[in-house]
C-alpha cells in the first residue's frame, strides 16, 4: 500500500492549504500569503524607524543661548561675557548638525562652518568648568586633553590623534556619539611657537603640534587608535569625522598682556596721549584681546583661523571669590556640609571665616583652585577626626580655629612675589 503523503501546512502559522489562497513552497517548509503580508508589515515598519541607540548619548538637549548661559550661572559664577559667547558658539554649532541631519530639502543649500572656541584667562578662572558644564547639559560625549604632552609624530609623546581616543572612550565607542562630542583642548598656549628665529633643533612640541591639529580642528576623517598611542600599530583603526566635533581651546597665555599693551599704546600721561586710549580699562587689559595677540604669542595664523570665536575670562576678585565659595550648586562650602552630613555631623562656619579664605586665596593668586587648597588644610584634622568620634553630632568652624590650621599648614609658607 502507497505511504499516505503529509499533509501541506504553513511553516509559520499552521494553517493547511485549504484554508489559505496561495502557499509558497520553500526548500524545506511554506508560507502563506496571510504570513507574507504580515512579514512585508514588520519590515516596512522596521526600515523607516532608526535602530534602537543604548548609548546614553542618543539624544542631544539642545538649549536655547540664554537657557545654556542660565544653566552656566548655576555652576559659574561671573564670567558674564565668556559665558554669553560659549552659550552663542555651541547653539550655532549643534543647530548646524540638526539642521544637517533634518530631511528638509533647500532651495539653495547654505553650508555652515564649525565655531570652534578658544578662550584665554588666568589659571583658575573656570576655562575647563565652562566647557564640562556645557557639555553635561547638552548630554554629549566630552573630554580634555592636555597639549603639553602632544608632539609631532615620530617624536616620543603623545600624537594628536590621542585627543580623539579620549572622546571615542568617553563615548563608549560609540562613533556617532564621538562624531558630536566636545574637545577641551587645555594648555593651548604651551604650544606656541618657541622663537620666530630659526633654530638647529626641530620644534617638535610647538610649531609641529599646531601643524598636527589643523586638520582635526578643520574637520576630516581620521583613524584613532582605540587604545591610544602607537604602542600597537597592529590594533584596528576606527575612522572618526571630526567635522561636527566642537574643538574648544584654552590657556592662560602668560605674558599676552604685554603684547596687548604693546599693541595698543596704553600711555597714561603725556603729550602724545589719545583721548580714546585714555580711556583703556589697564587694570584688566584682556578684555582687548585680538586674534593678532595670538599670533604674536606665538600661535600660528592657520590654526588662528580654525579657532574663529575667541572671548577672555575675567581675573577673579574677592567678591567673586566669595560667591564661589558658597553660591553655585556645587560650592565648595556646600561639598564639604555633604561630606560631613554623611558621617551625620553638621558643620557651620563662623562669620568671618570664608572672607578669611577668599583673602588668603587673593594672597596666594592661585584663582578659584586656591580656595580648595586653603580649605583642605584648615579643614584636614577635622576631616580625620570626626568619622572616628561618634559623639560629635555638631561642628562649628570658628576664625580663630582656621588661622591656627592654616599658620602651622605648609600652605601658609607659599609666598608669591
Known amino acids: 500500500m502507497a505511504k499516505e503523503e503529509k499533509e501541506i501546512k504553513c511553516s509559520f502559522c499552521g494553517r493547511r492549504k485549504q484554508e489559505t489562497d496561495v502557499l509558497i513552497a520553500g526548500i524545506t517548509g511554506h508560507i502563506c500569503n496571510h504570513c507574507v503580508t504580515q512579514a512585508q508589515t514588520i519590515v516596512r515598519d522596521e526600515l523607516s524607524q532608526p535602530l534602537t541607540n543604548t548609548s546614553p548619548f542618543n539624544t542631544l538637549h539642545l538649549l536655547k543661548p540664554a537657557e545654556i548661559k542660565k544653566h552656566l550661572d548655576e555652576y559659574v559664577i561671573g564670567q558674564d561675557e565668556a559665558k554669553k559667547v560659549l552659550s552663542v558658539a555651541v547653539y550655532n554649532h549643534y543647530k548646524r548638525l540638526i539642521k544637517k541631519q533634518s530631511k528638509a530639502q533647500y532651495k539653495e543649500e547654505i553650508e555652515l562652518d564649525k565655531s570652534n572656541v578658544i578662550m584665554v584667562g588666568e589659571t583658575g578662572t573656570g576655562k575647563t568648568l565652562l566647557a564640562r558644564t556645557i557639555a553635561k547639559i547638552l548630554n554629549v560625549p566630552f573630554c580634555i586633553a592636555d597639549a603639553t604632552v602632544l608632539t609631532e609624530a615620530g617624536y616620543v609623546g603623545e600624537d594628536v590623534e590621542s585627543i580623539l581616543s579620549r572622546l571615542l572612550q568617553a563615548a563608549d565607542y560609540d562613533v556617532a556619539a564621538t562624531e558630536r562630542g566636545i574637545v577641551f583642548i587645555d594648555e593651548i598656549d604651551k604650544i606656541a611657537r618657541k622663537s620666530d628665529n630659526p633654530s638647529i633643533t626641530r620644534d617638535v612640541s610647538g610649531e609641529g603640534v599646531q601643524q598636527g591639529l589643523l586638520k582635526l580642528l578643520e574637520g576630516s576623517v581620521v583613524a584613532v587608535p582605540p587604545q591610544g598611542g602607537r604602542k600597537h600599530p597592529e590594533q584596528k583603526m576606527i575612522q572618526v569625522n571630526t ?175
Open 243 to 417: 567635522k561636527d566635533i566642537l574643538f574648544v581651546c584654552g590657556g592662560a597665555f602668560d605674558g599676552i598682556l604685554r603684547h596687548i599693551g604693546k599693541r595698543m599704546q596704553t600711555q597714561a600721561i603725556g603729550y602724545n596721549v589719545n583721548k580714546e586710549k585714555a580711556g583703556i580699562d589697564t587694570e584688566n587689559l584682556l578684555q582687548y584681546i585680538s586674534p593678532q595677540d595670538l599670533k604674536n604669542y606665538g600661535l600660528i595664523p592657520e590654526l588662528i583661523g580654525r579657532l574663529p570665536v575667541l572671548t577672555y575670562l575675567n581675573p577673579l576678585d574677592a567678591d567673586t571669590l566669595r560667591r564661589i565659595l558658597s553660591e553655585p550648586k556645587n560650592a565648595l562650602i556646600k561639598q564639604y556640609s555633604h561630606l560631613f552630613e554623611m558621617d551625620g555631623v553638621k558643620i557651620t562656619f563662623e562669620k568671618g571665616v570664608l572672607d578669611f579664605i577668599v583673602e588668603k586665596a587673593l594672597e596666594f593668586k592661585l584663582g578659584a583652585r586656591g580656595l580648595r587648597s586653603i580649605c583642605e588644610a584648615i579643614m584636614m584634622d577635622m576631616m580625620f577626626d570626626t568619622p572616628s568620634d561618634e559623639s560629635v553630632k555638631e561642628l562649628n568652624l570658628t576664625l580663630r580655629y582656621a588661622k591656627d590650621k592654616l599658620k602651622k599648614s605648609t600652605l601658609n609658607k607659599l609666598k608669591v612675589a
